[in-house]
Nanobody, 124 residues
Framework: QVQLVESGGGLVQAGGSLTLSCAAS????????MGWFRQAPGKEREFAAV????????WYADSVKGRFTISRDNAKNTLTLQMNSLKLEDTAVYYC?????????????????WGQGTQVTVSS
């Protein structure tokens, strides 16, 4: 089992920045690819970003590419999502996820472990 706890969500104005964190415990963090998903009201949970276990590979959804940066610290068992140039459409609950690199890109159905989510609200 891997336990994931997100933090850092909140209210931010459009164009602003926010940093999300995910603290992991349980099984060896460095064995898993880690990712961020998000779910807006009335919409399905969607993939946002993934980083491989060694940080050698990253992949982003087109909607966040160039604005969001995913990173991890295996020594501290933490995952981070730096979000810049936030837009109204970035408003969602953001979830930390663990699994394999390919499966996290495939989508939410293939995630092994989920956090409880943190709300991000972007206002105009």
């Amino acid at each position: 089992q891997v336990q994931l706890v997100e933090s850092g969500g909140g209210l931010v104005q459009a164009g602003g920045s926010l940093t999300l964190s995910c603290a992991a415990s349980g099984r060896t963090f460095s064995n898993y690819a880690m990712g961020w998903f998000r779910q807006a009201p009335g919409k399905e949970r969607e993939f946002a970003a993934v980083v491989s276990p060694s940080s050698s590979m990253r992949w982003y959804a087109d909607s966040v590419k160039g604005r969001f940066t995913i990173s991890r610290d295996n020594a501290k068992n933490t995952l981070t999502l730096q979000m810049n140039s936030l837009k109204l459409e970035d408003t969602a609950v953001y979830y930390c996820a663990a699994g394999t690199y390919v499966n996290l890109i495939r989508g939410s159905t293939y995630v092994d472990y989920w956090g409880q989510g943190t709300q991000v609200t972007v206002s105009s």
